[in-house]
């Protein structure tokens, strides 16, 4: 087991997590994108100009409790859980330029029956700047933040976990694509039912 220390600097303005269940590995790892640049969100009310400033591991951990008996040949393959969840925050701004950084949290669980056959838990974090931040609204800025920047990072993300997977003695697991724009879409309506439940259980609390 190799295991880093989690960093404390990981405190979130902001946090909305979605969860997705695979049961297959495969699929290619494919990207265009470079690790820096300009960024414009497609599927956002603004066409955001936002520039990458770097992607880095925040936190890695791996796990292979039964290694090597896990990785033996002639066994079925393992029943996967992959959970998403996804957090930012502002790091600074100064004349006009705000400077965000967008933390993507991976959570992979592998079981065989009730036996654990690998855990990875990943922190992934993207900064970027955005200019003139305060012409745009808080949602706005929080669903480019939620769905842009991770969709970015999810071929480097990827990559990663199969590349971690192979070199652990296992076949490399290939995360199947993930659309962030649905996920961010469903947690706020999530949270809109929420709300509305909760204003109606104060409504009768109080009558």
């Known amino acids: 087991m190799a295991k880093k220390k989690k960093d404390d600097t990981s405190t979130k303005d902001s946090k909305v997590a979605a969860q997705t269940t695979e049961d297959k590995a495969e699929g290619k790892v494919a990207s265009d994108e470079t690790a820096s640049g300009p960024l414009h969100g497609g599927d956002t009310p603004h066409d955001f100009p936002a520039v990458i400033q ?76 955005i200019s003139e931040p305060d012409t745009l609204s808080e949602e706005e800025l929080e669903q480019f ?15 990663l976990i199969a590349t971690l997977t192979a070199q652990s003695g296992f076949t490399p697991l290939y995360l199947a694509p993930v659309n962030f724009v649905n996920l961010y879409k469903q947690r706020k309506a999530q949270q809109a039912q929420q709300g509305e ?5 104060a409504a009768q609390n109080a009558g």
Do not use: W
């Not at 933040?145 to 990827?158: A, V």
């Not at 439940?197 to 259980?201: G, I, K, M, Y």
């Open 54 to 129: 770097g992607q880095y591991i925040k936190d890695l951990s791996f796990e292979s409790p039964r290694a090597p008996l896990s990785i033996m040949p002639g066994q079925k393959q393992p029943e996967l859980n992959v959970n998403f969840g996804l957090a930012y925050r502002k790091l600074s701004e100064k004349e006009g330029r705000a400077f965000y950084e967008v933390v993507t949290m991976v959570k992979v669980t592998a079981k065989r029956e009730d036996n654990l056959v690998f855990l990875i838990e990943l922190q992934h974090g993207t900064s970027c700047i």
């Open 145 to 159: 933040l939620l769905t842009e920047l991770p969709r970015y990072s999810f071929p480097f993300i990827r990559q």
């Open 197 to 201: 439940q909760d204003e109606s259980a």
